[in-house]
């Protein structure tokens, strides 16, 4: 068979060994980043050495939470903070045994999913200090799986609808293209269709979030406000989910989107566009589809593929498959910057560090790439 030879145009800066053979990929909230799975966490500094590895008590949802040289996880029913210099144990909020998926609230403390394994699941809020806030309950167990700070507001996918609620827990408002309730009672919201689906949710300019929408004739990607006001964005089904919000400086976000693929006797041609309000103002053509789309620094576009562990086992020592593992930085105007093949399948990235590194690993290793 046909070998694709490819050739990178770009090094890493540095690489070190990846601490374990899985897990997810986060900023630390300074110049590094951390590595966490269910049982494990470590920290790797900014230029590549790994400051410390721990194992730690399982966690479900395993993301962490990281602000002020402080990491939050939920650990054994509470809410731990350690330090990031150390990784080690500093504060503890007793939360209780059902509580996981936590995320920062609005008003200084944790927002939190609770489910018990009888009974109905809630969403809770709590101080800094662990004092309750409040809880609502949540009628199904796939609720709150897309969570966002909106100004004032916490906002959660909640029955197949956008839920607002404030620092009193009290429900501002619901949205879905076809229904705005403000201030409803929650026991006069009409229940979602069977086929109705809150499938993204992603902050947009500090004043609206964006949101996928899917329904049984239709979906597409709409902007919600404060008020709880939607505004189609794209309607179009050919639209993939792989997207990125890229912020400007001078207007409104960018949003780069897979869009739709063409088949030619050379084999599929895929598509990266980028919407810039109302039209599409570049399009970046790939031989083969694009796995994440990621912002980096400067208005650049981060664009991955990976193929997956089984497809890489099982075809790559009959035909190389490096065309196919690779991560590409456009430029803002959609050109090319530079382009890295993986040494092996893609696990975790590309994940751009605020001073423009880009994170990726593959291969047993973690790289950074220049910016």
Known sequence: MEQVIVTSDT????????PYEDG????????????????????????????????????????????????????????????????????????????F??????????????????????????????????????????????????????????DNR??????DGRLRWVSWPHLWLTDPDPAEIPPAEKHDDVADLLDYDGARLLTRWEWRNGGGYYLVD?????????????VRPALAVLPSADGPPRLAVQGPHRQEESGFTYTVWM??????????????????LRPGAGGTLLVSSTPTQRRWDTYHWLKTLWHETFVRCLAPDGSTRW?????????????????????????????????
């Open 101 to 158: 998926s936590l995320d920062f609230d609005p008003w200084g403390g944790f927002v939190f999913r609770e489910e018990p394994h009888q009974g109905e699941g809630r969403l809770r809020s709590v101080t800094a200090d662990g004092t309750p806030r409040w809880a609502v309950p949540m009628p199904h167990v796939a609720d709150a799986l897309h969570l966002r700070l909106l100004g004032d507001l916490i906002v959660v996918d909640m």
């Open 24 to 99: 997810s990929l986060y900023l630390d909230g300074a110049d590094g980043c951390l590595i966490a799975t269910q049982r494990e966490l470590a920290a790797v500094t900014a230029d590549g050495q790994v400051r410390w590895s721990h194992e730690v008590p399982f966690y479900r949802s395993r993301e962490p939470l990281a602000r002020d040289g402080r990491i939050y996880r939920i650990e054994d029913g509470h809410i731990v903070a350690r330090d990031l210099a150390t990784g080690l144990p500093v504060a503890s909020i007793d939360v209780g045994a059902d509580a």
């Open 226 to 238: 404060e008020f709880g006001r939607s505004t189609p964005y794209i309607t179009t089904r050919q």
């Open 339 to 371: 382009t890295w093949y993986a040494p092996g399948v893609i696990t975790l990235g590309p994940l751009a560090r605020p001073d423009g590194v880009v994170l990726v690993a593959a291969g047993g290793r973690l790289y950074g790439l220049p910016a």
């Open 162 to 167: 956008l839920r607002a609620y404030d620092r």
């Open 11 to 18: 090094a890493a800066i540095w690489s070190v060994e990846l």
């Open 275 to 292: 919407v810039d309000g109302d039209r599409v103002t570049w399009t970046h053509e790939l031989g083969v589809a694009p796995t994440r």
